[in-house]
């Protein structure tokens, strides 16, 4: 079966731009849970996402949002680009948050540079 | 805050026996987890224990737990070139993941 797909897979924005990003999970994956990885800071958390209400939230600032669509596909959205916002955003996805032990599926990610 | 720690590199020989440590932070972790990323793609899940376990097996992987130390470990034995890679372990549901171990395999 197909696995997780993000789009685009390379972005570059303007500092004071906005931007989405999107992801569709494996087929009858329901919940999606949004990264951002930079060489500096690993691995952080954004949100996470079931049956298109957010169950839980990272430490980022308001400028970053996302959202789930009924058909379990998500997108993320970046306000007011920062230099500092250039990263690797990754999606990923599970059958349910309570499936724990099978981990996520995790999408190639999105490159995204702010110039 | 939660806080994954991970020595960020790691060189080994081909054929030699790999160890990647990780220290968390939050005891109640039900699950913990081992990803690996190679270059250009997104995190590819290991494997997991669980917390109530002290060590799991799985063909050339080992996962050792100390709950008391809080410390995790994943040894690779007979390390493979095709094993260089990032290794992150993660905590807490997934939402808090180490700085990653950049494994480098030397034939």
């Known amino acids: 079966k197909a696995g997780v797909t993000q789009t685009p897979r390379y972005l570059i924005k303007t500092r004071g731009q906005q931007v989405t990003l999107s992801c569709s999970p494996i087929s009858g994956h329901r919940s999606v849970s949004w990264y951002q990885q930079t060489p500096g800071q690993g691995l952080q958390f954004l949100f996470e996402y079931f049956s298109e209400t957010q169950r839980n939230k990272g430490n980022f600032p308001g400028r970053f949002s996302g959202r789930q669509f009924s058909n379990s596909r998500s997108e993320m959205n970046v306000s007011t680009l920062e230099l500092g916002d250039s990263a690797l955003y990754l999606c990923a996805s599970s059958l349910a948050p309570g499936q724990r032990s099978q981990g996520y599926t995790f999408g190639s990610g999105t490159r995204l540079t702010v110039v | ?107």
């Not at chain 2, 790999?18 to 990803?35: A, G, K």
């Not at chain 2, 080992?62 to 992150?88: C, E, M, P, W």
């Open chain 2, 1 to 107: 805050g939660e806080d994954v720690e991970q020595s960020l590199f790691l060189s080994v020989r081909e054929g030699d026996s790999s160890v990647i440590n990780c220290t968390y932070t939050d005891s109640s972790s039900t699950y913990l987890y081992w990803y690996k990323q190679e270059p250009g793609a997104g995190l590819q899940l290991l494997t997991y224990i669980f917390s109530n376990m002290d060590m799991k097996q799985d063909q050339r992987l080992t996962v050792l737990l100390n709950k008391k130390d809080k410390h995790l470990s994943l040894r690779i034995a007979d390390t493979q070139t095709g094993d260089s890679a990032i290794y992150f372990c993660a905590e807490r549901l997934q939402f808090y993941f180490g700085t990653g171990t950049s494994l480098t395999v030397i034939p």
